[in-house]
């Protein structure tokens, strides 16, 4: 499948429509700066980028991965991994890990456009992001602990209020997005995606681009929320 727009961007609610259009002929240049291998193996992924109409406004779901997994523990993402032999193709993969994850109900979700492929070097992942709207959202929860620790619907706004944008340095010394959601610290590969994800939608506000905070201290202070 390609990426782009799956249905007509007049057929979906009017805050969703502009991100839906402007994921045509868009590149993977326009979300990441990182580069896939060239004649290396990688392995193909999807996540499902699923907003729905919440009490707030509109809304994204967000996972906390588990804290004793290996790849990636306790971070937060998008739901989605690894495609599996019997999935048909990237909708399939993000649909099937976002019911394993965080019971999400395939039937209440509405894929409507894909995004470009990204590299995810730690992993060697090749990610098709898949945008869905939540057309009749099922109660979510965690449905394996060892796996998730915490699943959540972040509203859009407090996702663009600057008071919760920031920048993250890394102790390898990579700087890169990163928000603050309750009880949860959003960085990495999925931060990334969502800053791309406010900047297409034309939800971006004006933010300080050199507040940059140690990761580490950011991630305790985003489990002491979570114990308090």
């Known amino acids: 499948m390609s990426p782009g727009p799956l249905v007509d961007p007049a057929d979906v609610p009017g805050w969703l429509s502009g991100l ?58 998008f739901p989605g991994g690894s495609a599996d032999d019997s999935d048909d193709g990237p909708v399939d993969t993000a649909l099937r890990e976002a019911e394993e994850e965080a019971g999400v109900l395939a039937d209440g979700v509405r894929p409507v456009a894909l995004l470009p492929e990204l590299f995810v070097p730690v992993s060697g992942f090749m990610v098709t992001p898949v945008l869905a709207h939540w057309e009749r959202p099922s109660p979510v929860r965690v449905v394996d602990p060892a796996e998730t620790a915490a699943v959540a619907r972040v509203p859009i706004a407090h996702l663009t209020d600057p008071a919760n944008r920031f920048r993250v340095k ?59």
């Open 170 to 228: 890394h102790p390898s010394g990579f700087t890169g997005p990163a928000f603050a959601a309750p009880g949860m610290l959003v960085w990495g590969f999925t931060a990334g995606l969502l800053a791309g994800l406010l900047r297409l939608a034309g939800w971006e506000r004006p933010w300080n681009a050199a507040d940059v905070r140690d990761l580490d201290e950011s991630l305790r202070a985003a489990n002491a929320e979570v114990q308090a």
């Open 20 to 77: 839906v259009a402007a994921t045509a002929d868009l590149d993977a240049s326009e979300l990441t700066r990182v580069r896939p291998p060239t004649g290396l193996p990688t392995r193909p992924a999807a996540v499902l980028m699923l907003l729905g109409d919440g009490p707030d406004g509109p809304d994204v779901l967000l996972t906390r991965r588990a804290d004793t997994l290996n790849s990636h523990p306790g971070q937060v993402a």
